[in-house]
T-cell receptor, first 116, second 114 residues
Framework: DVKVTQSSRYLVKRTGEKVFLECVQD?????MFWYRQDPGLGLRLIYF???????EKGDIPEGYSVSREKKERFSLILESASTNQTSMYLC???????????????FGPGTRLLVL | AQKVTQAQTEISVVEKEDVTLDCVYE???????LFWYKQPPSGELVFLIR??????QNEISGRYSWNFQKSTSSFNFTITASPVVDSAVYFC???????????FGKGTRLSVIA
């Protein structure tokens, strides 16, 4: 079974703190993704990565950065946390698709971040 | 641009009734994949099904069935509801090429009453 783990289920931080959210997958997947989920807005893509040291901006990258130094690990960084970054953060991974059709993304359990 | 619309925000049904969750998608690509995910109260998104644009065959799996109709750009999901396991938020999603991210609908919250 594919397993995607996230470092924390719940996190409380103060405004201005630097926050690291870690995601690890154990299936040797090339692709990894970070989404945030907010009521009424669904899931929105923050950043994704096709390979080690590669990253692509998603729909809402402002205020975030990412790091992918190893294939299995994809970190989301909030350089200076703000209250509007209070949200549920979901990490996902998928194998590289050879051809035009996409592969299934598998999700971690999510991190509920509260910024005070 | 791709778009997924789940018009139903919340639905309540009585146990053992059938309920259909609607999903309408927009894309100009002729090749694409559609997905359904389930998010129980624990928060993790659980993959349910993937369907590619070349395969319009409907699928049944136990209490679940899916109806894919390209003519109406819809990929609807029908459940014969069971309270404990089916109360959740359900997301429909779309991807149109090899390694691009999914585009999600906003989800439908299903509450099943015993």
């Amino acid at each position: 079974d594919v397993k995607v783990t996230q470092s924390s289920r719940y996190l409380v931080k103060r405004t201005g703190e630097k926050v690291f959210l870690e995601c690890v997958q154990d299936m040797d997947h090339e692709n990894m993704f970070w989404y945030r989920q907010d009521p009424g807005l669904g899931l929105r893509l923050i950043y994704f990565s096709y390979d080690v040291k590669m990253k692509e901006k998603g729909d809402i990258p402002e205020g975030y950065s990412v790091s992918r130094e190893k294939k299995e690990r994809f970190s989301l960084i909030l350089e200076s946390a703000s209250t509007n970054q209070t949200s549920m953060y979901l990490c996902a991974s998928s194998p590289r698709a050879f051809g035009v059709l996409g592969e299934t993304q598998y999700f971690g359990p999510g991190t509920r971040l509260l910024v005070l | 641009a791709q778009k997924v619309t789940q018009a139903q925000t919340e639905i309540s049904v009585v146990e053992k009734e059938d309920v259909t969750l609607d999903c309408v998608y927009e894309t100009r690509d002729t090749t694409y994949y559609l997905f359904w995910y389930k998010q129980p109260p624990s928060g993790e998104l659980v993959f349910l099904i993937r369907r590619n644009s070349f395969d319009e065959q409907n699928e049944i799996s136990g209490r679940y069935s899916w109806n894919f109709q390209k003519s109406t750009s819809s990929f609807n999901f029908t459940i014969t509801a069971s309270p404990v396991v089916d109360s959740a938020v359900y997301f429909c999603a779309l991807t149109t090429s090899g390694n691009t991210p999914l585009v999600f609908g906003k989800g439908t919250r299903l509450s099943v009453i015993a």
